[in-house]
């Protein structure tokens, strides 16, 4: 099995930074398996540390 990707969109509201969608991916099919619900997912970041203190300090209220 091919190492699995992740994909997400990260929310500035009210002073706080939230990771509302997430997107595992193995492999190049489209089609989807399933899907979960996570009440606490752990940690992430942009891939890139400039996207990400660009991303903190614009004003922009969301990033993917």
């Not at 091919?2 to 099919?29: C, Q, V, Y």
């Amino acid at each position: 099995m091919s190492e699995p990707r992740a994909f997400g969109t990260f929310l500035k509201d009210d002073g706080k930074i939230l990771r509302s969608n997430t997107h595992l991916k193995w492999g190049e099919s489209k089609q989807s398996i399933g899907a979960v619900i996570m009440l606490n997912p752990g940690s992430a970041t942009l891939k890139s540390n400039g996207a990400w203190e660009t991303f903190l300090n614009s004003s922009t209220k969301k990033v993917s």
